[in-house]
């Protein structure tokens, strides 16, 4: 379990009904002091109270310095994160990451179209206000069965609707995604957040956009190792996965594990752990060549193979 | 006699504290130093702050020297403000670096240099700049009270 001073403490502060079993959590501060700032598609890991760690999308204006908005749509075939998370009432105190972005915006866009499909909505709420602040080209596709499944429709009417296209399956209006692909201009950037199939199709019909096509996939927007490993713990037996995107440290943690930290990058050496077997991925910044032979550093470090065995 | 009495003389250039880890901090007019504990109000001083779960009594004020703030702009284009450094006083003419074990007067509180403050990554997290190898060897100084009491924002800082 994550200790409450590793991780931002927030308490649900409002909760609103935004579409049927779609409700939106406003996150504040316990004594309501500033929140960390974040960027336009960033999103927080939320540690539920059963031990699930679920990423939610921001969906409030960045200029927001007080709350963290995420919507959240009840997933019955899902993992559990979102219909455990429906379950909390105001009050209810969670601890948190800070906010990490692997959707931003474009910088140099000539025009930022957006797809999103049904809850996919969500990191594009984020963003709007802010491209209407820039007052930059912007057009959203908001894609779900009907009108009233819109998470936050209500919100998106208030933007200039011209700006807005809804398209309702049950009205039969799909978005024919290659189509509108085809017609980006040269300097158009592709933001997709939607569901898998939708993802892939967008990445299939995109391979020409090169950087312009950007695409946030449910729960699988962590930053750290670029491969899944496993972590085999010699003492106790514990076999730990290293998930892509995750780092070392926080895979010990995750499962339990407490190893000493300080600086968290890699210079304190306070982690320093001896592994048995396995090739490091080092990363700190100071120790010997002699010391890595049989330490490594999991603040900052990974693995260039499938499983490093620690001496835990 | 006091070799390193009449060297140099500092002014308190900011006061800053939050109440839990990674929330912004605030910039205040005064800070209360309570002797064996801490700032009031810091997260330091309640047990909320990142390294809370190792007690170090010589953590219990932070020190930062707005010149290498000054610094990191000038050298690096980076700006980083007086409440980006997490430390509780922002100082103006203080060799910080030189006051490990020494006494120094903070207006009229009295503190102790117990060591140099070393970065961590998790400024970066926070600020969303890549500050860390930047400020290795000039992060500030972890102090504890000797005379405690009420600092101001202005008070001179005058070695002891």
Redesign the interface.
């Known amino acids: 379990m994550a200790k409450s001073i590793h991780r931002l403490s927030l308490v649900i502060a409002a909760l609103q009904e935004v579409a049927p079993g779609v409700r939106a959590f406003t996150l504040t501060d316990p004594e309501d002091w500033p929140l960390p700032p974040f960027t336009a598609g960033a999103h927080i890991d939320l540690h539920l109270p059963s031990g699930r760690i679920r990423q939610f999308s921001l969906c409030n204006d960045p200029a927001d310095g007080n709350r963290y908005v995420v919507t959240v749509q009840g997933e019955a075939h899902g993992r559990g994160g979102s219909l455990e998370m429906l379950a909390l009432g105001p009050g209810t105190e969670l601890l948190a990451s800070l906010p990490r972005n692997t959707f931003p915006l474009a910088e140099d866009a000539g025009r930022h179209v957006m797809v999103a499909g049904g809850i996919g909505l969500t990191p594009f709420l984020s963003m709007i206000p802010v491209l209407e602040r820039a007052s930059a080209d912007w057009h959203l596709h908001a894609c779900a069965r009907a009108a009233e499944a819109v998470p936050d429709g209500g919100r998106l009417v208030q933007v200039a609707t011209e700006r807005v296209t809804q398209h309702l399956s049950d009205s039969g209006s799909r978005l024919d995604l290659p189509a509108l692909i085809a017609g980006l201009g040269p300097h158009d950037h592709l933001y997709v957040c939607g569901p898998e199939r939708m993802i892939v199709q967008a990445l299939e019909a995109g391979t020409g956009l090169g950087e312009r096509l950007h695409v946030e996939r449910f729960g699988t927007t962590v930053t750290g190792a670029t491969a899944a490993y496993e972590l085999e713990l010699a003492r106790s037996g514990q076999r730990i996965a290293v998930a892509a995107g995750q780092g070392m440290l926080d895979a010990l943690r995750a499962a339990g594990v407490e190893v000493p930290s300080s600086c968290e990058g890699g210079v304190c050496l306070e982690c320093k752990t001896r592994y048995l077997s396995g090739t490091p991925l080092h990363r700190d910044l100071l120790m010997s060549e002699i010391d890595r032979q049989s330490y490594v550093t999991p603040c900052v470090s990974g693995c260039s193979g499938g499983r490093l065995m620690l001496d835990l | 006699m006091k070799a390193n009495t009449h060297i140099w003389t500092g002014v308190v250039e900011g006061l800053h504290l ?7 901090m ?1 910039t205040m007019d005064n800070l209360s130093f309570v002797k064996g504990q801490g700032i009031a109000g810091d997260r330091y001083s309640s ?8 007690p170090e009594e010589g953590r219990q004020v932070t020190l930062f020297e707005v010149e290498t703030l000054e610094a990191l702009w000038r050298d690096h284009g980076v700006r980083l403000m007086p409440e980006d450094h997490r430390r509780n006083i922002t100082t103006r003419g203080v060799p910080l670096n030189h006051l490990v074990g020494r006494r120094f007067s903070v207006g009229d509180v009295v503190l102790e240099g117990t060591r140099l403050s ?5 400024i ?3 600020t ?1 700049k890549e500050i ?2 930047l400020l ?1 060897n000039r992060s500030g100084l972890h102090a504890r009270i000797i005379e405690p009491g009420e600092a101001f924002t202005g008070d001179p800082i005058r070695p002891v």
């Not at chain 2, 939050?18 to 912004?24: A, D, E, G, K, W």
């Open positions: 939050v109440p839990r880890s990674f929330l912004p605030r047990g909320e702050g990142f390294y809370s779960d190792r070393t970065p961590c990554r998790h970066e997290q926070i969303g860390f190898t290795l």
